[in-house]
C-alpha cells in the first residue's frame, strides 16, 4: 500500500529552476525521515537531500549543497524539493523514498540542457 509519488520534472536551461515535489501514502508519514535520490543512467543511484521526520534537521550532497532545498509538509503527506541553479549534471531521474526504503515509486526525469 505504500505508495510515493514524484511530480515536477522536466526540462530546463543551465541555471533556472525546478520544484520537485513527492506525495506520500500507506504509512505514518509523519513518523519517519524522507529522502530525495537521483540516478542517471549507467550510474549508480546517489542521496541528494533528507530531512527528518519534524523537518527540523536536513542535509544535503555536496554537489548540490547551496542549491537544493528539501523541504516537507507533514499535514499534507509531502515532501519538497527546490532545485535553483541547476546545472547539466544534476540531469537524473528523481526519487523520494524513506531512508532504507525498499519500494520505489516511477522517479521524475529532470533534464537540464540548453
Known amino acids: 500500500q505504500l505508495q510515493l509519488v514524484e511530480s515536477g520534472g522536466g526540462l530546463v536551461q543551465p541555471g533556472g529552476s525546478l520544484r520537485l515535489s513527492c506525495a506520500a501514502s500507506?504509512?505514518?508519514?509523519?513518523?519517519?525521515?524522507m529522502s530525495w535520490y537521483r540516478q542517471a543512467p549507467g550510474k549508480e543511484r546517489e542521496l541528494v537531500a533528507f530531512i527528518d521526520s519534524g523537518g527540523g534537521t536536513v542535509s544535503y550532497a555536496d554537489s548540490v549543497k547551496g542549491r537544493f532545498t528539501i523541504s516537507r509538509d507533514n499535514a499534507k503527506n509531502t515532501v519538497d524539493l527546490q532545485m535553483n541553479s541547476l546545472k547539466p549534471e544534476d540531469t537524473a531521474i528523481y526519487y523520494c523514498?524513506?531512508?532504507?526504503?525498499?519500494?520505489w515509486g516511477q522517479g521524475i526525469q529532470v533534464t537540464v540542457s540548453s
Open positions: 523514498n524513506r531512508p532504507y526504503g525498499k519500494n
Open positions: 500507506g504509512f505514518t508519514f509523519r513518523s519517519h525521515a
